[in-house]
């Protein structure tokens, strides 16, 4: 919205600095941030006395977590806010992309919310059923993806580009549709699994989500992409803007979510954070190079897969819990201990995701 002061600028005035992403950027940033640290408290009370008893707790989960009982959830409201806020203030709103990135991010939020509101209102854990939830999912993904195609460049539409081989693309054809609403549904669904402890989540979120920005930005630029030998994506510069309103959303809301948690981020925030970095990443043509970035994720939703798998076949367990920071928890990690690790192996994955741009 800010964007149209640049018609005022005379190319040498402050005005001349709204052209400019990175500008708009920390503007985004710090509009989220601010948001979260404003409107953080008030929204949880009043989450707190609509709610009662909070997000109701798993009986078989893990004996520490029913000390957690009556904490709000649905604190992704707080994020979705300061990041559409922030958004729709500092983004051109005449970017395809920006819009297709919000999409599925609200979209996505509201599936979740629906969730949150079903365990809340009946309080028990069933919420919506899976089966609900996956064919919206796919629905709202699959439109996502052929919106991306309609935008991208004619030599990159319905093909996979593979990281480090430069120049490499795989033509899936209509595939590529179905392989598209696989990432997002998969990406939103992973970090669901993930949000199981106090700021557990967000973390790995925001570091996702700022490499993937990072990732915008270049593709989005001539220059960096024959640098660094990428392939060019037109527009995509912008969602650096709702990637910076998101951290900084994130960050507002860890200030509350941080052990021990005033409150919970729920479906409605990890549902909708997921999605957006599967669309992010579609539309980037950094498909696989989410799967390395947010690696933590495809461990978590991995585990709970085998798990169910093996025991299905053998009627045994390979985890002594599913998902997997669950497992450490049994084994007698701490909270804190697991977080904090599972925040390093994030950072360290998303430093390898990023090297994919330069190692070619």
Do not use: C
């Not at 557990?200 to 989005?220: C, W």
């Not at 995509?236 to 919970?264: C, D, H, Q, R, S």
């Not at 729920?266 to 690696?295: F, N, Q, R």
């Amino acid at each position: 919205m800010l964007y149209w002061l640049t018609e005022l600028s005379d190319g040498g005035d402050f005005f001349n600095l709204f052209r400019y992403i990175t500008f708009r950027s920390g503007g985004a940033f710090m509009t989220a941030l601010i948001f979260g640290f404003i409107f953080g408290q008030p929204l949880i009370n009043v989450l707190r006395r609509k709610q009662g008893k909070g997000q109701p707790i798993r009986d078989d989960g893990p004996e520490g977590h029913f000390v957690k009982a009556g904490t709000p959830t649905m604190g992704g409201l707080l994020i979705l806010s300061a990041l559409v806020v922030s958004t729709l203030l500092w983004a051109r709103l005449d970017n395809p992309f920006v819009w297709l990135v919000l999409f599925v991010t609200m979209a996505f939020g509201l599936i979740g919310f629906a969730d949150d509101f079903a365990k809340v209102s009946k309080q028990n854990t069933a919420g919506v059923p899976g089966r609900v939830r996956l064919l919206l999912g796919f629905l709202i993904s699959g439109i996502a993806g052929y919106w991306a195609t309609l935008y991208h460049p004619e030599a990159l539409q319905y093909k996979l580009a593979l990281p480090v081989f430069k120049d490499t693309l795989i033509n899936l054809g209509y595939i590529f549709i179905p392989f598209a609403m696989i990432v997002i549904v998969g990406s939103a669904n992973a970090v669901n699994l993930t949000d199981g402890l106090d700021g557990l989540a967000i973390m790995p979120v925001m570091i996702a989500s700022a490499t993937l920005g990072v990732i915008a930005y270049a593709v989005g630029r001539v220059d960096f992409t024959e640098y660094l030998d990428v392939h060019y994506v037109p527009g995509t510069g912008e969602i650096l803007i709702f990637v910076a309103g998101l951290v900084g959303g994130g960050l507002g809301f860890l200030w509350y979510n941080a052990p021990p948690a005033a409150v919970f981020m729920g479906d409605t925030g990890s549902l909708a954070l997921g999605g957006a970095l599967g669309a992010i990443a579609v539309a980037t043509k950094h498909e696989i190079v989410l799967a390395i970035v947010g690696g933590l994720f495809v461990v978590e939703a991995l585990s709970v897969i085998i798990q169910v798998l093996y025991f299905k076949r053998t009627g045994k367990r390979v985890f002594l819990m599913a998902p997997i920071h669950h497992h450490y928890e049994k084994k007698g990690w701490a909270e804190p201990q697991i977080v904090i690790r599972f925040w390093i192996i994030a950072l360290i994955l998303a430093m390898i995701g990023l090297a994919t741009l330069k190692v070619r």
